[in-house]
């Protein structure tokens, strides 16, 4: 055990961990130090009352800082161990108002003010984007936060009022040097201990000591657990900045990506390099869920409504999973076995998943919810289609939804491929698309209505690319 005292840099004063366990969040540990302008408002990442910000790497230059928005409610307060925060009482003072701040309150963005903090933290990150000009802010930055009171209108108004951070801004200054390094944390507390792992080697050994821990990431999906479902695990390891998980390698062969990156970080990185996760991401819950939750968290948790498998069923993509005895690979179609369970052992986790290259050129990313964002799939469908001389030559199709797991519409691709791209085969292949998997009546959708769903997703790629072309380097 070292002798360091854990603590975290919060608004430029070291705090430290005393009392904290591995179930302990970030917000309960803040509001404890008497930082209590972020709020508790679902405590599922829903809401964005809770939004503070960390110093990350940039995800293009390591050498460089992005503040980053996330959902403090569903990080561990531990895996802030010697990293920088700043809440929304380190952004600005009644007497100098931060830019952020100073918007909100003139252009009337605040009410009861119990959401305000969260949105002045995002909007704040959106602020110090380093790659954002002067012409406004992203809106969809606040896509994660909610506002039951004042309506968006003035609070988008003072996003588009925003300029850029001035020359003497200290937070803004703080970008040009690199972000805190992670360091290999060891707290033992009264409810469960964590660990963040320092390498993949220290992963290894930490999982063959505590052979029931919990793997953690982003914290996502696991601090749902913990905040409404009383979830305490004896042991929680990090894995969220182990290097050999962060990163994303771009070849003729293959765009293999870090099951460590955050949705964010891969979206910014690839920028568009695959078409069908170009299409995904900006639909994934919101840009504070993306700021923590990664590809190999979603496909840890196994859920049947989980947006990253369908894509990556569709992409034939392929899961890496190591342990100290060496690597496996395997066909995502392969990876789930049940209903939240996969082949990967305990002593395993996921470090990548690789996409095969060449892309098909015909692909479609279709998610039914009851909000456009921010929201879970009632059906989820993925398709990646390659047509040359104007019949189907390939068809890769995931759902999600509509069964125990993540599945594969085997006999909707097989009635696509070696017949004619048409409307009449279309119409066809919807009629057995409706017929794929076992859906069920929940509070999100009834099993007629994902049925009809089903074959309305495949109708709509066709009415978008009824002639497509053929793309260069296609498979034969």
């Keep these: 055990m070292s002798s360091r005292m854990p603590s975290a840099t919060v608004n430029g004063t070291p705090l430290g961990f005393e009392g904290v366990s591995g179930a302990t969040n970030a917000l309960d540990w803040l509001r404890s130090k008497g930082l209590t302008g ?16 960390v110093a990350r790497p940039s995800p293009t230059d390591d050498a460089t800082t992005e503040w980053t928005a996330v959902n403090a409610c569903l ?6 161990d010697g990293q920088e925060v700043v809440t929304v009482e380190g952004l600005g003072s009644p007497d100098d108002l931060h830019p952020v701040q100073r918007e909100m309150a ?3 963005g605040s009410q009861c003010g119990f959401c305000t903090p969260g949105f002045v933290c995002s909007l704040a990150a959106e602020y110090y984007r380093a790659d954002r000009t002067d012409a406004g802010c992203d809106a969809h930055a606040l896509s994660g936060n909610l506002c039951r009171c004042t309506g968006y209108r003035p609070i988008r108004d003072a996003a588009d009022a925003l300029g850029m951070p001035s020359g003497d801004d200290p937070l803004g200054r703080r970008r040009d040097a690199p972000a805190p390094d992670a360091v290999p944390t060891r707290l033992v507390g009264a409810t469960g201990s964590y660990a963040r792992a320092a390498d993949l080697a220290d992963a290894f050994a930490l999982l063959a000591e505590h052979p029931e821990a919990v793997l953690v990431a982003g914290s996502t999906d696991w601090g749902v657990e913990v905040n409404l479902r009383g979830a305490r695990p004896p042991f929680v390891i990090a894995i969220d900045r182990v ?11 293959a765009v293999v990506v870090g099951a460590a990156l955050t949705l964010s970080e891969v979206e910014r990185r690839l920028d568009g ?3 069908l996760l170009a299409e995904l991401l900006p639909q994934f819950a919101s840009r504070l869920i993306r700021n923590g939750a990664t590809l190999g968290g979603n496909l840890a948790t196994a859920s049947p409504i989980g947006d990253a498998a369908p894509v990556l069923l569709a992409l034939d993509a392929e899961v890496v ?3 100290s005895g060496g690597e496996r690979t395997l066909p995502i179609s392969e990876f789930f076995t049940g209903y939240r369970t996969t082949v990967r052992r305990p002593d395993e986790l996921i470090r990548a998943v690789r996409i095969p290259l060449p892309l098909s050129p015909v692909t479609a990313f279709t998610k039914i919810a009851k909000r456009r964002f921010d929201d879970i799939s009632g059906v989820a469908v993925a398709c990646a289609l390659e047509v040359e001389d104007g019949s ?4 890769r199709i995931g759902l999600g939804g509509v069964a125990a797991t993540p599945i594969r519409a085997f006999a909707t691709e097989q009635s696509l491929e070696g017949h004619p791209w048409s409307e009449l085969t279309v ?8 017929g794929e998997g076992t859906p069920i009546d929940d509070l999100r959708a009834s099993a007629a209505y994902r049925r009809a769903m089903l074959g309305s997703a495949l109708l709509r790629l066709y009415a978008d690319h009824a002639q497509p072309t053929t793309t260069e380097g296609a498979r034969a």
Excluded at 75 to 80: D, E, G, I, M, N
Excluded at 427 to 434: I, M, P, T, W, Y
Aim: charged share 30%; proline share 4%; aromatic share 0%.
């Design 75 to 80: 990080v561990p307060a531990a895996s802030l």
């Design 392 to 395: 189907v030559t390939r068809a």
């Design 106 to 108: 003139v252009r009337g």
């Design 243 to 253: 290097a050999e998980l962060r990163m994303l390698d771009d070849d003729d062969d």
């Design 38 to 53: 972020a709020k508790e408002g679902c405590a599922e990442g829903e809401c964005g009352a809770c939004a503070v910000l």
């Design 427 to 434: 119409h066809a292949a919807a009629e057995v698309l409706r």
């Design 273 to 275: 390099r695959v078409p």
């Design 321 to 323: 999973l190591a342990s």
